[in-house]
């Protein structure tokens, strides 16, 4: 997820452009770039870190005078943020310069064909491919910029919203979208081009949002011409009157962020899995465990370090790969890992996760597992982090930048790289059997939807949230899978809400925590009905028969569990190893909604960090 930013008008762009680019620094923040063309010639200055650093570099390397720019906030997905990698970037000739926020999942073999044609690259990334591909087009098949862009996107697959321009031809900057957002600011004699509305909202509230699948060449003192990429269909331009003011449109409308990313789950989870989950062909792709299968088939056993969260994720990662890869697994909290003097040999795999990848405790966990000789894989969701770089290898989550301090989409995104990982294991070591195999993919496929479907309850949890905001304590239970399910949703309640909260293993209660049950204590019980269904219905009656308050996470249509369960909450039925990635979502909002109730600050919460970077 990065910010795109594009000024064509009468106006100087340069301003324009870096203003926007500091208004979406929210979307990606590891590096950033412009490119003006002055009348003359085309500038452009691009370097690791922040909008801050572009500019102060910016204004004493090039000139910027100019009607016409683009410009780049990066959150990398191919190729660290380094000052090659980052945006705009250039094709051989040097004419045409892009802008670009997706994943080109073919970008690769679109490259080999390049350099067979002579084609060279300076960078790693994807969009570089894509710019080179375009001219290639222009030159090989006679075609003006906005028919070679489309020539050109109808052999790409993934996501992009991209921004284009000829140097040759400074009137007019193309522009196309499929999954990433692209909206165009419609000015007097001028447009503006961004990620969303917060970089142009100033200038102008006329907006077009370009659906998926349509492009856009916008030339000065023409009409734009919206065309349908696959079939160069024209469409009819829907200018919307835009309502919303800057900081509700940096959070998307949403009132936190905590919330947005709660609701961008579906398209980081099928980011997350876009060219490496491949149903059709029946297979995983990820680089790093193919380029490392050895060791971990080798592995005696597989040792997850992380903390909070993704310490919850890496629970969740000890049923999957246990059960499916039959791996022995054992998780451990970095900070007390790295202080324990465990036993580790180099016949261990140790797989460290993180969403910020500069977790103290994690970073020291990891090179502590080195120094003993370990393999060392990360799951990390910032490229080019501390812990990016120290591990042996790993596979980026691509929930994008998660702004709230209170990890949603990144636990979710954790556990569908996790679930993959596994599967692929799996196959490799023939622990799974291939219709079995065939299943989980397709019914991983079938989550983002089934999020969406998750989603659909929140004005419910919002009552129910508002039933319980009050109270002092609550405990979460669940089994097997949604145990680490329990632990994480008490935890999300306590991080925001600062109420007091416990998860534990719905068996565990009669060990103890039973004691605790009254009828001022509410009970969030995960009870779907694959798994250990009737062992949790039989739990939820021995809290009932002490007058506990239960709310049940309960698998669309469930009888039982909604005539003994004070409030039911209803996830879609998926397989068991799949249901965490549903039953978290309820949890998530029951404490977003307390929190909010409770005039709590939910994104920044008193106390925390989103990247407790010392120990
Ligand atoms: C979770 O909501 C918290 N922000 C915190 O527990 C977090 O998961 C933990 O600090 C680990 O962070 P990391 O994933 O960036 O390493």
Known sequence: MCGIVGYIGHREAYPIILKGLKRLEYRGYDSAGIALYDGKDL???????????????????????????????????????????????????????????????????????????????????????????????????????????????????????????????????????????????????????????????????????????EMAIIRLNKDIKIRKIKDDSLVNPYIQKLQLNLEQIEKGGYEHFMLKEIYEQPLAIKDTYRGRLLVEEGIIKLSGVEDNMKRFLNADRIIIVACGTSWHAGLVAEYIFEDLARIPVEVEYASEFRYRNPVITEKDVVISISQSGETADTLAAIKLAKSKGAFVFGVCNVVGSSIARETDAGAY???????????????????TL?????????????????????????????????????????????????????????????????????LEGALKLKEISYIHAEG?????????????????????????????????????????SRKGKIIGIVTQGDVSVRELADHVIEVPETLENLSPLLTTIPLQLLSYHIAVMLGKNVDQPRNLAKSVTVE
């Open 43 to 213: 500038n452009m200055c691009k370097t690791k870190g922040k909008v801050a650093d572009l500019q102060e570099l910016l204004e004493s390397e090039i000139s910027t005078n100019g009607k016409l720019g683009i410009g780049h906030t990066r959150w990398a997905t191919h190729g660290v943020p380094n000052d090659v990698n980052s945006h705009p970037h250039y094709s051989n000739s040097g004419n045409l310069a892009i802008i670009h926020n997706g994943i080109i999942e073919n970008y690769d073999a679109l490259k080999k064909e390049l350099i067979k044609r002579g084609y060279t690259f300076k960078s790693d990334t994807d969009t570089e491919v894509l710019i080179n591909l375009i001219e290639d087009v222009m030159i090989n098949q006679h075609a003006k910029l906005g028919k070679a862009v489309q020539i050109a996107l109808n052999q790409v697959v993934g996501a992009y919203a991209i921004a284009v321009f000829d140097k040759t031809k400074p009137n007019e900057i193309v522009v196309a979208k499929l999954g990433s957002p692209l909206a165009i600011g419609i000015g007097e004699d001028e447009y503006f081009i961004a990620s969303d509305a917060s970089p142009f909202i100033e200038f102008t509230d006329n907006a077009i949002y370009l659906e998926d699948e």
């Open 397 to 415: 989550t691509h929930a994008g930048p998660e702004i709230g301090v209170a990890s949603t989409k990144a636990f979710t995104t954790q556990i």
């Open 418 to 486: 996790l679930t993959m990982m596994a599967l692929r294991l799996a196959r490799a070591k023939g622990t799974i059997s291939s219709s079995d195999y065939r299943r989980q993919l397709q019914e991983l496929e079938l989550i983002p939807e089934k999020v969406k479907e998750a989603l659909k309850a929140d004005k419910h949890i919002q009552s129910i949230a508002e039933t319980y905001k009050d109270s002092r304590n609550m405990l979460y239970l669940g089994r097997g899978y949604n145990f680490p399910v329990a």
């Open 504 to 544: 534990y293993p719905a068996a565990e209660m009669k060990h103890g925590p039973i004691a605790l049950i009254d009828e001022n204590m509410p009970v969030i019980v995960i009870a779907t009905k694959k798994g250990h269904y009737e062992k949790v219905v039989s739990n939820i009656q021995e809290i009932k």
